[in-house]
T-cell receptor, first 112, second 115 residues
Framework: DGGITQSPKYLFRKEGQNVTLSCEQN?????MYWYRQDPGQGLRLIYY???????QKGDIAEGYSVSREKKESFPLTVTSAQKNPTAFYLC???????????FGSGTQLSVL | GESVGLHLPTLSVQEGDNSIINCAYS??????FIWYKQESGKGPQFIID?????DKRQGQRVTVLLNKTVKHLSLQIAATQPGDSAVYFC??????????????FGQGTILTVHP
């Protein structure tokens, strides 16, 4: 099955710790995105990458970092600089027709 | 403040009724609009999209209407079913065709369908 796989489903972070959220896609999509969703709110763009080895900041990039070493993978690191990391994190991609953003199933990050 | 986002608009309908979910978008330069459906604990699911050179677009049981004059978007769901119960988000893109995935999302509307 083609799709976007995010792991883990649930993640807990201790204070001062960096954690990395995984996102893998087998859709052969060029562009990948990370969004953050807080309870009862819409999604906000953290980072995006339109091509391997290149990425740009979104609206709320502070406290986050990404890499895009492979077309299939776009991991997101939530650093200790992110003081309010508790949220639902969604990875997405666009390809073929350039439109229609497809989402993964999300990772819920909580702080211990 | 902390209360922002906790009071989502809600729409409650009976099974079989038609539902209309509304959205006001912010950027007059936006040229691409999308509706997503999100069930609890899952990622958003694409429903239908529309470009700014259109006023209306129909899909299976869904219709999107775009009024650029007042920057308003609506999603109509015909013969609403209990499985349609979810949070519905509108989203806009103003990247001019350079990055369709850079979306600005609305707050969302909770749709509840009663059997």
């Amino acid at each position: 099955d083609g799709g976007i796989t995010q792991s883990p489903k649930y993640l807990f972070r201790k204070e001062g710790q960096n954690v990395t959220l995984s996102c893998e896609q087998n859709l052969n999509h060029d562009a990948m995105y990370w969004y953050r969703q807080d309870p009862g709110q819409g999604l906000r763009l953290i980072y995006y990458s339109q091509i391997v080895n290149d990425f740009q900041k979104g609206d709320i990039a502070e406290g986050y970092s990404v890499s895009r070493e492979k077309k299939e993978s776009f991991p997101l690191t939530v650093t200790s600089a992110q003081k309010n990391p508790t949220a639902f994190y969604l990875c997405a991609s666009t390809g073929g027709d350039g439109e229609k953003l497809f989402f993964g199933s999300g990772t819920q990050l909580s702080v211990l | 403040g902390e209360s922002v986002g906790l009071h989502l608009p809600t729409l409650s309908v009976q099974e079989g009724d038609n539902s209309i979910i509304n959205c006001a978008y912010s950027n007059s330069a936006s040229d691409y609009f999308i509706w997503y459906k999100q069930e609890s604990g899952k990622g958003p699911q694409f429903i239908i999209d529309i470009r700014s050179n259109m006023d209306k677009r129909q899909g299976q049981r869904v219709t999107v209407l775009l009024n650029k004059t007042v920057k308003h978007l609506s999603l109509q769901i015909a013969a609403t079913q209990p499985g349609d119960s979810a949070v519905y988000f509108c989203a806009e893109n103003n990247a001019g065709g350079t990055s369709y995935g850079k979306l600005t999302f609305g707050q969302g509307t909770i749709l509840t369908v009663h059997p």
